[in-house]
């Protein structure tokens, strides 16, 4: 089964500047999904950006790219000129690829990112 | 687009009545929807997935009998909480796909309080 870990509970950041959360996941699968979600005090979740295994191209959102590393099964996610919007608990999450036994999304535990201003 | 609606957005019921949440695809027919159950300052703990117009696969420990799952268009799909106790207190978040391996559009949550 897959795992996703996300080793930072709570992270913080100052205003304009730049952070990065960790995600670290478990699989045998060689090709999956990795996504970022955001869930805001609302608590609607708001997927942020997303990465298919098979491209080695990191993926890019405006001010949020991710460092996608296969053979170190890692999925970091960094927001660039962090604004008071972006102040949330983050997810990452795993998905199996179409036809697969499992079409789950495996979340992680979530990082809560606080900016300061 | 892909707009995923919930209601109510908050209930509080008595302990021992049944309380019913709906979710709504507004913009597109979503065959398949997934129920999540999210304690405070947790993830997401996935219930059930439920196919239009097939009965729902429950995960396991989640009692198919107290949580009822009816998905009976491509875009309606009701929880029933049935027999409500202080322990099912919590935050229900739907999601709707066009497929089990679609992207899932979440709903903005349910807050139950069973008092």
């Known amino acids: 089964a897959q795992t996703v870990t996300q080793s930072q509970p709570e992270m913080s950041v100052q205003e304009a500047e730049t952070v990065t959360l960790s995600c670290t996941y478990d699989?045998?699968?060689?090709?999956?999904?990795l996504f970022w979600y955001k869930q805001p005090p609302s608590r609607q979740m708001i997927l942020v950006i997303r990465q298919e295994a098979y491209k080695q191209q990191n993926a890019t959102e405006n001010r949020f790219s991710v460092n996608f590393q296969k053979a170190a099964k890692s999925f970091s996610l960094k927001i660039s000129d962090s604004q008071l919007g972006d102040a949330a608990m983050y997810f990452c999450?795993?998905?199996?690829?179409?036809?697969?036994?499992?079409?789950?999304?495996?979340f992680g535990k979530g990082t809560l990112l606080t900016v300061n201003p | 687009g892909a707009v995923v609606s919930q209601h109510p957005s908050r209930v509080i019921c008595k302990s021992g009545t049944s309380v019913k949440i709906e979710c709504r695809s507004l913009d597109f027919q979503a065959t398949t929807m997934f129920w999540y159950r999210q304690f405070p300052k947790q993830s997401l703990m996935l219930m059930a997935t439920?196919?239009?117009?097939?009965?729902?696969?429950?995960e396991q420990g989640v009692e198919k009998d107290k949580f009822l799952i009816n998905h009976a268009s491509l875009t309606l799909s009701t929880l029933t909480v049935t027999s409500a106790h202080p322990e099912d207190s919590s935050f229900y978040i739907c999601?709707?796909?066009?497929?089990?391996?679609?992207?899932?559009?979440f709903g903005p949550g349910t807050r139950l309080t069973v008092t």
């Open positions: 439920s196919n239009e117009g097939s009965k729902a696969t429950y």
């Open positions: 699989t045998s699968e060689s090709d999956y999904y």
């Open positions: 999450a795993y998905r199996s690829p179409p036809g697969s036994s499992n079409y789950k999304l495996t």
């Open positions: 999601s709707a796909s066009v497929g089990l391996f679609a992207e899932q559009y």
